[in-house]
T-cell receptor, first 112, second 113 residues
Framework: DVKVTQSSRYLVKRTGEKVFLECVQD?????MFWYRQDPGLGLRLIYF???????EKGDIPEGYSVSREKKERFSLILESASTNQTSMYLC???????????FGPGTRLTVT | DQQVKQNSPSLSVQEGRISILNCDYT??????FLWYKKYPAEGPTFLIS?????DKNEDGRFTVFLNKSAKHLSLHIVPSQPGDSAVYFC????????????FGSGTQLTVLP
């Protein structure tokens, strides 16, 4: 079974703090993704990576950055958290041939 | 501009009856479609998919139909069970795009006992 884990289930941070969200997958997948889920908006792609040290902007990259130093790990960074970044953050991975993406359990981030 | 749309935010169905969830897309380049189910406080889990070369795919109680000319797909659940109550997302992708998925906004299905 593919396993995608995220470092925290719940996080509360203050405005202006730097926030790191970590994601690890154990299936040797090349492709990894970060989404945020908001009510009525579905899942929106923030960034994705198709190889180590490679990254591509998704639909809503503003205010975020990412890091992929190892194949199994993909980190999402909020350089200076703002209240409009309060959301559910979901990480996913998939093999190069595609098919379904496998999701982690999500991190509910609240910025106060 | 939403390329994948789920126009019904919610749907209630009686246990044992059929649930039909709908999804429309605008990008004619999409050639692979998926449905995911999501429970609260969990990540989405893959349900079923369909390639654009097919118009139907079945897996147990779940069937996905694709109408390419109408740019419309639907998920049928028969019979519906209370455990099916969840948010359902449809998603679409283009071959060769690292399987980057574009998601709809989701439909909350409630199956009433």
């Amino acid at each position: 079974d593919v396993k995608v884990t995220q470092s925290s289930r719940y996080l509360v941070k203050r405005t202006g703090e730097k926030v790191f969200l970590e994601c690890v997958q154990d299936m040797d997948h090349e492709n990894m993704f970060w989404y945020r889920q908001d009510p009525g908006l579905g899942l929106r792609l923030i960034y994705f990576s198709y190889d180590v040290k490679m990254k591509e902007k998704g639909d809503i990259p503003e205010g975020y950055s990412v890091s992929r130093e190892k194949k199994e790990r993909f980190s999402l960074i909020l350089e200076s958290a703002s209240t409009n970044q309060t959301s559910m953050y979901l990480c996913a991975s998939t093999a190069p041939r595609g098919g379904e993406q496998y999701f982690g359990p999500g991190t509910r981030l609240t910025v106060t | 501009d939403q390329q994948v749309k789920q126009n019904s935010p919610s749907l209630s169905v009686q246990e044992g009856r059929i649930s039909i969830l709908n999804c429309d897309y605008t990008n004619s380049m999409f050639d692979y479609f998926l449905w995911y189910k999501k429970y609260p406080a969990e990540g989405p889990t893959f349900l079923i998919s369909i390639s654009s070369i097919k118009d139907k795919n079945e897996d147990g109680r779940f069937t996905v139909f694709l109408n390419k000319s109408a740019k419309h797909l639907s998920l049928h659940i028969v019979p519906s069970q209370p455990g099916d109550s969840a948010v359902y997302f449809c998603a679409a992708s283009i071959s060769g795009s690292a399987r980057q998925l574009t998601f709809g906004s989701g439909t909350q299905l409630t199956v009433l006992p």
